[in-house]
């Protein structure tokens, strides 16, 4: 089933914007808002749960909060507290965090890999209601299980940029979540590796690939939108632009490159309750396609 979601961009729009976007984005018929944790923004999890707090039906997405900066266990207690509070509205993500800013609060780990490896499965089983010990090269736990674990566990979601990532994403996560910039063909070759990694390893069960893509609408939306690509080859492959209907259109490509979902990225400089305002409209198209 192909989504559309949107995203609140913390670097273009402020924490006290936040609710008012909240708001905005479920009026406008947005079925997932997008927000993630950059080092020294605002909390993925205070923000995700306010969000929640505020509306009825939107699904909050975190894509995402840096591993480093959390011990496993305090991760999975977040989760597992917003999870039943609001369930099955909240989609939880982890990545690796940016290093340099990770190195800036002494959490930089040696091997970022060993640490996803180690971290999303022992998070999935946690918030499975799993006790678990694990001695790792990053996560220790000794007889640890939730007492109030989520009644369904939501998917986990790994962001994923590298070749050996991406494969890791489809191992040990639920989903995977792919970054901006990038043209249907080099998200295909993404998604390629992803579902074969999965493949290889025997996982059961669906893995959800969602894909951020830069995104404008209304006046000189194909300007701002290839503003905010930068200066990569072609572009114009990287972004979608236009009214909703042309919107919907373009982000058939990624669709067809194999994401499930396709999460639009406001370009800067435009407004981003009109922005939401597109973005339903393009998922009511993309739905009824």
């Not at 099955?88 to 800013?101: S, Y």
């Not at 609060?105 to 998070?123: D, H, I, K, N, Q």
């Not at 792919?178 to 063909?185: A, F, I, K």
Request: glycine share 10%; charged share 25%; aromatic share 6%.
């Amino acid at each position: 089933m192909t989504r559309i979601g949107a995203i609140f961009n913390p670097y273009t729009h402020s924490p006290d914007e936040f609710l008012a976007a909240v708001r905005d984005a479920e009026a406008a018929g947005v079925p997932e808002l997008w927000l993630w944790e950059d080092c020294f923004r605002q909390s993925a999890f205070a923000a995700a749960a306010a969000a929640l707090a505020r509306t009825e039906r939107l699904k909050i997405g975190i894509g995402i909060a840096p591993m480093p900066l959390r011990n496993v266990a305090a991760t999975a207690m977040e989760i597992a507290t917003i999870e039943r509070l609001f369930p099955g509205r909240l989609l939880p993500g982890v990545g690796h965090g940016v290093l340099p800013w990770m190195g800036q609060v002494g959490a930089r780990v040696a091997s970022p890999l060993t640490l996803m490896r180690e971290y999303v499965p022992a998070l999935r089983g946690l918030l499975a209601g799993d006790e678990l010990d694990v001695d790792g090269r990053y996560v220790t736990l000794r007889g640890v299980r939730l007492d109030a674990p989520p009644v369904t566990p939501p998917r986990v979601y790994a962001a994923a940029e590298g070749p050996k990532t991406l494969r890791l994403s489809g191992e040990v996560a639920d989903g995977t979540v792919l970054d901006s910039g990038h043209t249907p063909e080099e998200v295909a070759a993404s998604v390629r590796a992803i579902r074969e990694a999965r493949s290889e390893t025997g996982r059961d069960g669906a893995h959800d690939i969602v894909a951020y893509v830069m995104a404008a609408f209304g006046p000189d939306a194909e300007a701002r939108a290839i503003a905010d690509v930068g200066e990569r080859d072609d572009p114009h492959r990287r972004a979608v632009w236009g009214e909703p209907s042309e919107v919907a259109a373009g982000t058939r490509a990624f669709f067809d490159a194999g994401v499930d979902e396709v999460i639009l990225l406001p370009a800067s400089r435009g407004d981003l309750a009109a922005f939401y305002a597109g973005s339903g409209e393009v998922a009511r198209l993309v739905g009824a396609a």
